[in-house]
């Protein structure tokens, strides 16, 4: 017997709060842990994946929600300086495989376009690959983990062809 998929959640993309930095940091933590990674790893992944209220005031961040308010996932974006950096792309771990990240996807890849830029460039966790693969970015190389120097993370980069 085959059960009907669960209907994709309704959501709304809009600009995170400063009031939401320990929420959204939490909600960054709980996804990263769904790869497995040993608590001492999460432990030190803690300090460089903590949002401030400063940040959150000062760069833009979207989160998605849900109809009821409660955050889903989350990303932000920063200049660099030959595209739009995508910055700290989470999606709830309950709410994975829910077209939660198509749709801060295509938020974003929106939001690149309205500013501007060429391409969207993006620092994955090697376990992501996949997600940013399927959305059509192309493998740009690998930089060295903050967290651990002698783990590459790989370097995807989308191109924002005017529409």
């Known amino acids: 017997m085959r059960h009907a998929a669960a209907p994709a959640p ?17 909600l960054s933590l709980r996804s ?14 803690r300090a460089a994946m903590t949002l401030m209220p400063e940040k959150l005031r000062a760069h833009p961040y979207y989160v998605a929600t849900d109809t009821g308010g409660r955050p889903l996932g989350f990303y932000g974006v920063e200049p660099e ?9 989470f999606v709830e771990p309950d709410a994975i495989g829910q077209g939660v990240g198509r749709a801060l996807w295509d938020h974003a890849v929106a939001i690149a376009r309205a500013l501007g ?35 590459f993370l790989p370097v995807f980069r989308y191109g924002l062809e005017p529409r």
């Not at 309704?10 to 939490?26: G, H, K, P, S």
Request: proline share 4%; with cysteine; glycine share 8%.
């Open 81 to 89: 300086a030959d595209a739009l950096g995508l910055d700290m792309f």
């Open 32 to 45: 990263k842990a769904v790869w497995g990674y040993e608590a001492s790893f999460l432990a030190r992944c």
């Open 117 to 151: 830029h060429r391409e969207l460039v993006v620092v994955s966790d090697p376990n992501a690959s996949g997600f940013y693969l399927k959305m059509g970015c192309r493998t740009a190389g690998a930089v060295p983990s903050e967290i651990d120097p002698g783990r």
């Open 10 to 26: 309704i959501i709304t993309i809009r600009r995170a709060r400063a009031d939401e930095a320990q929420a959204l940091t939490e």
